[in-house]
């Protein structure tokens, strides 16, 4: 993005590398109010031309580029693998389209699994601590709390910057059609792309794409023909004038 004019601030999540905190304790509005912390920073950076800030994010973090731009004044917004419903809806499709790709004898037995999973997610919605154990499992209870209730078709509908919304044909974590919904609801102009054969981490994947199938294309680069689009898009929206970086800030990846 730098040859194109766009200068970038990412940052790690609560915990990771040298950001202090604990992500198994940060709520899901936690996630967001970091988000935003990170785009009032680059905003007020000297080197930044503030009226020309757009928001990248991807997974969680597309949903947190939905609230920034509802609730603060950016020129862009790229929504790399975000969905059109509740949380407790996506995580249901998800589940179910992870499912498929489980061997033949583990999905004989969905139905218990899914009994198991409506009991867990009970039980999660009874918590009032940050942290919970489920089936023997520490989980982030609050974030998922917090989650399961959020709409991200209230943040949608209140958009009113440009729009790019790029999910895989193949992602089995957010479901593609849900682009569809994205473009309906955006009042504001939305260009959406379902790439043929990328999936849920950015990389494309020819065969027969299953979660077993992350570790291998995580060993390789985001998928170029993504990083193409996404730049020519935020280069023309920011408008930049010549030898006037941009920028932009990207939400922290799931």
Not at 6 to 12: E, F, G, S
Not at 15 to 38: E, I, K, L
Not at 132 to 150: D, F, S, T
Not at 228 to 243: I, M
């Amino acid at each position: 993005m730098v040859a194109a004019g766009i200068a970038t601030l990412r940052y790690d999540r609560r915990g990771v590398g040298a950001t202090p905190g604990t992500w198994r304790a940060s709520g899901f509005t936690d996630n967001y109010q970091d988000a935003a912390t990170a785009l009032r920073a680059l905003a007020a950076h000297p080197a930044a031309r503030p009226e020309a800030v757009g928001v990248v994010g991807h997974s969680e973090g597309a949903l947190h580029a939905m609230a920034l731009a509802t609730r603060h004044e950016v020129r862009a917004a790229v929504l790399l693998a975000g969905y059109a419903r509740t949380g407790e809806e996506a995580l249901r499709w998800q589940a179910r389209s992870i499912a498929e790709g489980l061997p033949a004898p583990v999905r004989l037995l969905r139905g218990p699994l899914g009994a198991l999973g409506n009991r867990a997610l009970a039980r999660v919605r009874k918590t009032r601590t940050d942290v919970a154990r489920i089936a023997g499992l520490p989980v982030n209870a609050r974030w998922m709390r917090e989650n399961l209730v959020h709409d991200t078709r209230d943040d949608l509908a209140a958009i009113h910057a440009p729009v790019l919304a790029v999910t895989g044909a193949k992602d089995i974590q957010v479901d593609p059609a849900d682009l569809d919904e994205i473009h309906r609801l955006v009042p504001g102009g939305t260009e959406v792309h379902r790439l043929p054969d990328l999936t849920h981490v950015l990389r494309s994947d020819t065969g027969h794409h299953t979660l077993r199938s992350y570790r291998r294309l995580l060993r390789g680069p985001v998928d170029p023909g993504v990083l193409a689009l996404v730049t020519t898009w935020l280069a023309r929206q920011l408008d930049p004038s010549p030898g006037q970086p941009l920028a932009e800030e990207r939400t922290s990846s799931a």
